[in-house]
């Protein structure tokens, strides 16, 4: 009777200590993704999609907001670091910050905007404000190229402390965007487990008990956007240094529709789904474009089964049933 | 010393005056309890407090600060909790969270940095009120997953969490059966020990039993006030309320 019992202890002991660090699971797991997957380019593609949902996921999976327009961050994201490097020779770095910056200062003047309306009210307004960023950068051809966008961007080597490293190549260029996603995913991590992630999980759960409850949740709703449009941007300047060019498309209204699909996809609300949901995003749309230029079509039925299926996401519905055996 | 005053406190909704002209003090330490009919304006009368609603006319003061215009979290901040007559808690965290991030409320809201986990002082204080509203031992259930009896007792615990001078507490037994009244009673009755306390209450061996004062609300106004046993003897409060109880 004892042993089975005992055994039975060990292995939950393992499976737990597997769900207490799932953030170097995570990070082992991309440490040789490239070579799992068909080309290098494929799993950078993934990471920095991962990157924008889980920025999106700070604001809907975690804050309760819902967001039609996050393609304005992510282009934001890209064009600010874009520009820079066009046109001001900086690094790679300087690039990055600001783009960082210039999405993170779009959330706050949007957001405060958009944060005065709930439910329907605020999606569709993040939308209308996207569409209109994008109509802007359209326009202001002097400074986005317009249609055309911002071509042969350079990227120049990364000076540390030494040497210099060029991240041209498709595997050096992975793990450049491995190493900025893993800061990114310790951040968002400190950031989701701190007393602040705990009041947006109390807003998501219920506003009106937060309020009561002395928190300002205007301004802290306020600051979630922020903190998702920095990711989301964060996400837009890798993208960036990743094509050397930043489209006009990266501002448009699918760009917004993407992120949401990759997430509930994924599992919105939980830390891994969106990276989950987004992996399963693009390696569907590679392998299915090779045959036919509908690949949205079929996307978009395997989204349909699967919210029909798995409302909580494919990542959400593992995490349930992985809870359910780790739990007494 | 009063905690709270009311000065011909007033909101109209349209033309329906909810709560008309009221004058309301309430003592330190009191457990005062507002009864009356249906409609009669008790709960509105509790969101005025809360800052949830803003008045159409007159003051209210506490602890002798004008607190008439503040936004309702501020009002939390300052020290006055409601719990609520429909159930009104996180349903997707757990019991333990719950109160906790009631708790925390006092201490921060902004760090975005140290492990929520790691506060000692709030992780106490959370355990020492689940324990209070006898919910310790349900600490990691889902909020949504309690039964009706304990997120009754699990509301009480988010408003004490944030730890008031003044809690309203409304209807705290609704839908309660006899014996669960019996422990949310006595429950109440070891927190206005050491707290202001305001009751809106419809079961009368409740308001009779526990009340140092009752305030009679009917049409958004007050119609009487008294000692448990004057409210019982007065002839219209009898007509119009305990009356209509009877027939």
Redesign the interface.
């Known amino acids: 009777m004892k042993t089975p019992v005992a055994e039975n202890e060990r292995g939950r002991n393992i499976t737990q200590w597997m769900s207490q660090k799932p953030l170097f699971w995570m990070i082992l797991f991309f440490l040789i993704f490239p070579f799992i997957m068909p080309y290098k380019a494929l799993a950078t593609l993934i990471l920095i999609f991962g990157l924008f949902s889980l920025g999106f996921n700070i604001l809907y999976g975690y804050t309760g907001l819902l967001s039609f327009g996050h393609a304005a961050y992510f282009g934001l994201g890209a064009y600010g670091c874009g520009i820079l490097l066009l046109r001001y020779d900086v690094s790679v770095w300087t690039g990055l910050v600001c783009g960082i910056l210039v999405a993170s200062t779009g959330a706050l003047v949007i957001g405060y905007f958009c944060l005065r309306r709930r439910g329907i009210y605020f999606a569709l307004l993040n939308l209308a404000f996207a569409q209109m960023i994008y109509f802007v950068a359209y326009q202001w051809v002097s400074l986005t190229g317009g249609e055309v966008g911002l071509r042969n961007i350079p990227v120049p080597p990364l000076s540390l402390p030494g040497f210099t490293l060029s991240i041209q190549g498709s595997l050096t260029f992975y793990y450049f965007s491995f190493f900025l996603v893993t800061i990114a995913l310790l951040i968002l991590k400190?950031?989701l487990?701190?007393?602040?992630?705990?009041?947006l999980?109390?807003i998501r759960?219920?506003e009106?008990?937060?309020?009561?409850?002395?928190?300002?949740?205007n301004r802290?709703k306020l600051?979630s956007f922020v903190i998702s449009g920095a990711f989301s941007g964060f996400a837009g300047g890798m993208y960036t240094l990743y094509m050397r060019f930043a489209g006009i498309e990266y501002l448009y209204w699918t760009t917004s529709g993407n992120v949401v699909m990759m997430t509930l996809l994924g599992g919105a609300g939980t830390f891994f789904g969106p990276f989950v949901g987004a992996a399963l995003f693009l390696f569907l749309e590679d392998i299915i474009s090779v045959y036919t230029k509908h690949w949205m079509i079929v996307i978009g039925g395997f989204f349909f089964f699967c919210v029909l299926l798995f409302p909580e996401g494919i990542w959400g519905r593992l995490k349930m049933v992985l809870d359910r055996r780790t739990k007494p | 010393m009063e905690v709270l005053k009311t000065e011909n406190l007033s909101i109209h909704f349209g033309g329906l005056r909810a709560i008309d002209r009221v004058n309301f003090a309430l003592e330190k330490g009191e457990m005062h309890s507002i009864i009356g009919p249906n409609g009669a304006g008790k709960s509105t009368f509790f969101k005025l407090i809360s800052g949830e609603l803003s008045p159409s006319a007159g003051k209210i003061w506490f602890n002798e600060e004008d607190i008439t215009r503040c936004p309702q979290h501020i009002v939390s901040q300052k020290g006055i909790a409601v719990s609520y007559q429909i159930t009104n808690i996180f349903p997707r965290l757990s019991t333990f969270e719950n109160v906790r991030v009631a708790v925390q409320s006092r201490k921060t809201a902004y760090n975005l940095w140290s492990r929520a986990e790691s506060h000692r002082e709030i992780n106490e204080q959370a355990t020492k009120i689940l324990s209070a509203v006898k919910l310790l031992d349900k600490k990691n259930v889902l909020a949504a997953n309690l039964p009706h009896g304990d997120q009754r007792h699990l509301e009480i615990g988010i408003a004490l969490g944030t730890a008031p001078l003044l809690l309203l507490l409304d209807e705290p037994t609704a839908g309660l059966n006899p014996t669960e009244t019996m422990a949310t009673t006595n429950l109440i009755k070891e927190i206005a020990r050491d707290l202001s306390v305001i009751l809106v209450e419809h079961k009368m061996n409740v308001v009779m039993n526990i009340s140092d004062r009752i305030t009679v609300f009917h049409e958004g106004a007050i119609i009487a006030r008294g000692s448990p046993q004057q409210i019982q003897e007065d002839p219209m409060v009898r007509k119009i309320y305990l009356g209509e109880k009877e027939g």
């Open positions: 400190r950031i487990d701190s007393p602040f992630g705990r009041v999980e109390s759960e219920n009106k008990r937060a309020r009561a409850c002395g928190y300002n949740t802290i600051l």
